[in-house]
């Protein structure tokens, strides 16, 4: 879709937007008197309106976008479509540079997605494999796990630092298998299918080892207050490596059940591909639900070093029932389904309604997961009743991101060009994990023949995976900063991530020893653009005013995640398969 320009006149400050999708064209503010138009001039205006009018496609935000710009007090010079105040001359001028002049913005969802996945490559610990693209990243973490006797090399840092966090881990391979189960064919369709298993499979290794008894799991390597007073490459790494775990003394309900929702997930992925494998994830999986819902408790109290960068403020409750869903689907074990249906109330699966999918609150993505199961006929009837409050909740979710619920605190707020804006810190998990569950409930409700009810509407499939697209594209430059989010893709974007590694010298263009305070002296104060391209990472992304300030200390929107990106990886593939069939046709 072109971008379209409308200038808007505040008195001697006139301004052009030139990004969106405001539906404004007559800009023109020709002075001289209306001119009865000649015929031909008049047959092609119509034609030219015609064309126009029936061009640009239905887009979520527009009639809002009108709404707020007709609230302006300010004279605008932009009217709809509205011919007969402009002298025609003038229209049909500004028509013809509307339609010929801009360039469309059609974005390359494949190129997307093989970035996405290089950036799991960038994030690994451990001993990197032959076939490593990232070349300026190299082995690292190589101890972790020796001071306590068990082996916790390998799995992925989760953001700009080095610390091995347990429950975003688990998460990012959750949702990495997820988008893999809905969209494998898309994925495969892309020729991303072998880098998409290698970044689910260097995960759930990990976690294979740090599983390594039935009721013994790490939860972290490294110290998260050690880590962030040293600014070093992870090959130069000095910090503490201390591993720390959840037992039976120590419990962590929540980690290990979100880890188990990981393992099964996993293991559904992998089951056509080795059956042996699959069959070791699930394993761990089963042994993983079993202690955390024997033995219950947040992990962050168990593992108070935790507490400060991933407290699991939700609790335990909701990973419980998202790991015995995802067990429920890779085993066909109806104990699972029923311990779903038989907790939903107590343990918040029907009662809390959230307007957020995250690594710490697993209500929406479990609720959806739920709803799909009312069209599958495998369930018991008496789970219909549990199973349709399941639904309830989780359109009321669906509700809440296209602004169609009750009451302005019960939607996502939005920012003035539209983006879902949940809150200041990494705002993008938010956005990515949206767009995620919007788009897998958006082919649910096209395949079921069903839309919606929603309190401002009813809402069909076409508006979920519209306003899906519309936050992918606003990542992908489609914004007022006309620059992608995700580092690497497109002509301009961050260049000073938050990342030890990526804005250090690479180690294997300058082997010299980094120390840790050496770091923070030579390149983190350094204004120069990072020496690495950490491509694929989705960084936090702009405030709530699309305000975005690309500095290395500016870390609440430029450090990138690994829980940010993972979702995208199942939606980069739908979008590219929806723009095939576009691409074939010119």
Not at 72 to 83: D, E, P
Not at 171 to 179: A, I, P
Not at 530 to 536: A, K, L
Not at 549 to 573: H, I, K, W
Request: hydrophobic share 35%; glycine share 8%; net charge neutral.
């Amino acid at each position: 879709m072109a971008a379209i320009p409308c200038v808007v006149d505040h008195g001697m400050d006139t301004k052009i937007h030139a990004y969106g999708y405001d539906q404004c064209v007559t800009v023109c503010v020709c002075k001289e008197p209306f001119k009865k138009p000649s015929l031909p001039l008049l047959l092609l205006l119509l034609l030219l309106f015609k064309i126009y009018s029936s061009s640009p496609p239905e887009n979520p935000f527009w009639r809002r976008r009108v709404k707020e710009m007709k609230m302006k007090k300010s004279y605008q010079h932009c009217r709809m479509l509205k011919l007969p105040r402009f002298p025609l001359h003038c229209s049909v001028l500004l028509m013809l540079f509307t339609i010929f002049s801009i360039p469309s913005q059609a974005f390359d969802y494949a190129d997307a997605l093989s970035k996405s996945l290089l950036y799991f490559e960038a994030q690994r610990s451990g001993r990197l494999p032959y076939n490593q693209r990232v070349s300026w990243r190299h082995h690292s973490g190589l101890t972790d796990g020796l001071e306590q006797g068990v082996d916790l090399v390998g799995g992925y840092y989760d953001a700009g630092d080095h610390v091995k966090f347990g429950l975003p881990m688990a998460f990012t391979v959750t949702m990495l298998s997820w988008g893999v189960i809905e969209f494998g064919q898309q994925i495969e369709m892309a020729g991303e299918m072998e880098h998409a298993l290698e970044a689910i499979k260097w995960g759930a290794d990990y976690f294979s080892k740090a599983h390594t008894r039935p009721n013994v799991l790490w939860a972290e390597v490294g110290d998260g207050d050690t880590d962030h007073y040293c600014w070093q490459r992870p090959e130069d790494m000095t910090t503490s490596r201390r591993g720390y775990k959840i037992d039976e003394k120590n419990p962590g309900s929540d980690l290990a059940g979100e880890t188990a929702a990981a393992m099964a997930a996993a293991s559904i992925v992998f089951r056509k591909i080795n059956s042996h494998y699959s069959h070791l994830l699930l394993q761990h999986a089963q042994e993983l639900f079993e202690f955390g819902d024997k033995y219950r408790g947040k992990y962050d109290t168990s593992v108070g070093v935790v507490k400060d960068y991933y407290e699991s403020v939700s609790g335990f409750m909701d990973e419980l029932l998202w790991a015995a869903l995802w067990l429920y689907k890779a085993t066909d074990n109806e104990d699972y389904l029923k311990y779903v249906i038989d907790k939903a109330h107590c343990f918040g699966g029907i009662g809390w309604a959230i307007t957020e999918f995250s690594w710490d609150v697993k209500y929406a993505g479990l609720q959806i997961i739920a709803s799909k199961l009312l069209h599958e006929e495998k369930h018991r009837p008496q789970y219909t009743h549990i199973l349709e409050q399941y639904r309830s909740k989780a359109e009321y979710y669906i509700c809440s991101c296209v602004s169609k619920n009750n009451g302005s605190k019960n939607n996502i707020d939005r920012t003035p060009a539209g983006l879902l804006y949940i809150r200041q810190w990494n705002n993008m998990q938010y956005v990515s994990s949206a767009a995620f569950l919007l788009t897998i409930y958006s082919d649910f409700l096209q395949k079921s023949h069903r839309k919606v009810k929603c309190h401002g509407g009813l809402v069909g499939h076409q508006e979920l995976i519209n306003l899906a697209k519309s936050q992918v594209d606003y990542i992908l430059g489609s914004n007022p900063q006309n620059m992608s989010y995700l580092v690497g893709y497109g002509l301009r974007f961050p260049t000073r991530v938050h990342h030890r590694g990526a804005s250090i010298v690479s180690y294997k263009e300058n082997k010299g020893f980094i120390g840790c305070t050496q770091g923070y002296d030579n390149w983190y104060s350094n204004p120069k653009p990072n020496p690495n391209v950490i491509v694929g990472a989705l960084v936090g992304g702009p405030d709530c005013q699309d305000n975005f300030s690309d500095e290395r200390g500016n870390y609440m929107q430029t450090e990138a995640c690994t829980y940010n990106t993972a979702p995208l990886v199942g939606v980069f593939a739908r979008l590219n398969e929806l723009q095939v069939p576009l691409r074939a046709s010119y």
